[in-house]
């Protein structure tokens, strides 16, 4: 939304909140089958409408050779081979670059969780197609992919100021509020990577402090801590309390806010390369 779609923060929030309402609402719940509890067929529609009234092209590459926008790119998983996420970009790369899919079918690989929605078959038109699900599985906070992006981009040489990272809230938020009867039926390894998800990101997030410990005022990590543990993914009902968790969080970390915006807003010397940073992972 905020990079392919070039959207300002508000309008996303309110276009997600919209979406939520339908994609997660008792009527887009499905009464049986194995594929997802919630029907996709809803969440590419709505997604598709979004596009048309953007206004800014269907795929997920951007035709615009603007070279002052911003690069943004989504994660899925393979789902026969999880050894490593795909990345689907906005932009082009000269290698390792996965099919220039539509915007919608990227936005259901991202959210293919296996107890929300099916898996999703992606390929250029003509090719075999490759069924991803959600990226999630292995890199629910993508910061070392990131990085490893940045560093094929950019190269080695290119001064970098920081690095932020925004949490969704604390762990254990994957998951249907009430088990039914799909749930019920899940096999046991699935029970267990789903598990995997709720704690993945906030391992990495502890392993990149400890990592760039030394680097002074490189490493940023903001993360709602309380309050947000009890809100699950399709409770968008709640949206209202976990506005007002945030709120209280950005009030509490203010002054940590404050050195993020001098660290990117003032002309100071720029000390680390993406090179640098990268031999510290």
Not at 64 to 79: H, L, N
Not at 214 to 242: C, D, S
């Amino acid at each position: 939304m905020l990079g392919r779609l070039q959207m300002t923060t508000d309008e996303a929030l309110e276009i997600y909140n919209d979406l939520a309402q339908v994609i997660f609402s008792e009527k887009n719940k499905k009464r049986k089958g194995k594929d997802g509890s919630f029907k996709a067929t809803t969440l590419q529609q709505k997604v598709e409408e979004i596009v048309a009234k953007k206004g800014l092209g269907e795929f997920i590459l951007d035709p615009s050779s603007d070279s002052r926008k911003g690069k943004a790119f989504v994660c899925a998983m393979p789902a026969n081979s999880m050894a490593n996420p795909r990345r689907f970009r906005t932009y082009r790369v000269r290698a390792n670059e996965n099919a220039n899919c539509k915007i919608w079918e990227a936005a259901r690989a991202t959210t293919a969780a296996p107890t929300f929605f099916k898996r999703i078959a992606i390929g250029d038109e003509g090719q075999a197609k490759e069924e991803f699900v959600d990226g999630g599985l292995a890199c629910n906070n993508p910061a070392n992919q990131v990085l490893d992006e940045a560093r094929v981009i950019f190269g080695n040489n290119r001064p970098v100021r920081c690095l932020v990272s925004i949490g969704t809230g604390h762990p254990g938020t994957i998951g249907l509020a009430k088990p039914d009867a799909f749930q019920r039926i899940l096999p046991t390894d699935l029970i267990q990577v789903l598990k995997k998800i709720a704690t993945d990101c906030e391992n990495t997030a502890r392993e990149l402090k400890r990592r760039f410990a030394t680097a002074e005022k490189f490493y940023f990590r903001f993360n709602v801590a309380h309050g947000a543990e009890g809100i699950l993914l399709e409770e968008w009902n709640k949206m209202g309390p976990l506005t007002e968790h945030t709120k209280a969080y950005m009030d509490e970390e203010s002054t940590y806010i404050d050195e993020v915006v001098s660290v990117l807003c003032q002309q100071t010397e720029i000390r680390w390369t993406i090179g640098n940073v990268c031999q510290l992972l």
